[in-house]
């Protein structure tokens, strides 16, 4: 289930038996070889938007039943190893994104969630956002990051922030703004806007600094992902989750699948996409060249 994909490597969450533990595996696109990169002390969250992946950096919300405690963990797929980026401690640590060199999460305690980022080569982590709000669903890519924000009061919206620099602009127009992506190279932030029972995909460019609404709200989008020139969402134009890219350039929208089984929480890197289907009768992970 929910799988992230970076170049030629592809991450997922796995659960063969209800009687084996989850598990993270990466499969390598060129040798076809499939590795186990959790261990039993770094359980990943069966949940979305909990794992991400970045060249040769594997990021995931999970548990240590030993202590019962929620951290993130970082797996180096050159090197093979594997630590624990949070350290124990309040709060459930979630919502992980990665770049080359930084990783961001929120800290969710009572009453609300703080923004956290950590310097891969240093390992220092440092607070990006504090406050007595709701911060979540955090993304990073290249110098640009990204998350939920409902500082503003009432419903959720999109905040855009420079690594490093100021808080940046929070896109705060009607309707709750959710599952933010940012592309690897930091130019364009994509995500899901719900006004009551609709909802559409929409694409910030960072350097134009303009939002663009790119489905129109009949699609029901439900997950997004974007990289290089494209858009990939599922929605339920058709009765059941389908997967769709949009090109940015051409603006043209493209079925990637269009059968009765369900398709979902696609992701996309350098023209290959990854999704979630049960063509089956259970959650396989599939995959597609946009070219």
């Known amino acids: 289930m929910y799988p992230a994909i970076s170049g030629n490597n592809v991450i997922w969450v796995n659960n063969d038996s209800l009687n084996e533990s989850l598990s993270v595996q ?12 959790s261990n039993a002390t770094s359980v990943p969250l069966a949940m ?11 990021v995931w919300s999970g548990t240590n039943p030993q202590t019962g405690r929620v951290n993130i963990y970082l797996y180096d797929i050159t090197s093979g190893g594997l630590q624990q980026v949070t350290e124990d401690g309040p709060g459930t640590q979630l919502d992980p994104g990665v770049s080359q060199d930084h990783i961001i999460w929120t800290n969710l305690t009572d009453g609300s969630s703080d923004v956290y980022l950590y310097e891969i080569a240093s390992g220092e982590t440092v607070p990006m956002v504090t406050a007595l709000s709701y911060q979540m669903e955090t993304a990073i890519g290249g110098n640009t990051t990204a998350w939920v924000d409902n500082t503003t009061g ?11 620099g100021p808080r940046g602009i929070i896109l705060s127009e009607p309707g709750d703004d959710r599952y933010p992506d940012v592309s690897s190279d930091g130019q ?24 663009t609404r790119i489905t129109g709200e009949s699609a029901h ?6 990289d290089g020139n494209l858009v990939v969402y599922s929605d339920l134009r058709n009765g059941n989750r389908d997967i769709y890219m949009y090109d940015i350039t051409t603006g043209t929208e493209t079925p990637v699948t269009q ?10 890197s350098g023209g290959v996409i990854v999704w979630m289907g049960n ?7 599939y995959r597609t060249s946009a070219g």
Request: proline share 6%.
């Open 154 to 164: 009432g419903d959720f919206d999109i905040a855009i922030s420079p690594l490093g």
């Open 48 to 58: 979305p938007y909990q794992l991400a992946i970045a060249e040769n950096n594997a």
């Open 279 to 285: 063509n089956t009768g259970r959650w396989d992970i």
């Open 188 to 211: 364009y932030v994509a995500w899901i806007k719900f006004i009551e029972n609709r909802s559409a995909v929409y694409l910030y460019d960072v350097a134009k600094g303009n939002a």
């Open 26 to 37: 990466l499969y390598n696109m060129s040798s076809g070889s499939i590795s186990t990169i």
């Open 259 to 268: 059968d009765p089984y369900d398709q979902s929480y696609p992701d996309v």
């Open 221 to 226: 989008p439900d997950s997004v992902a974007v």
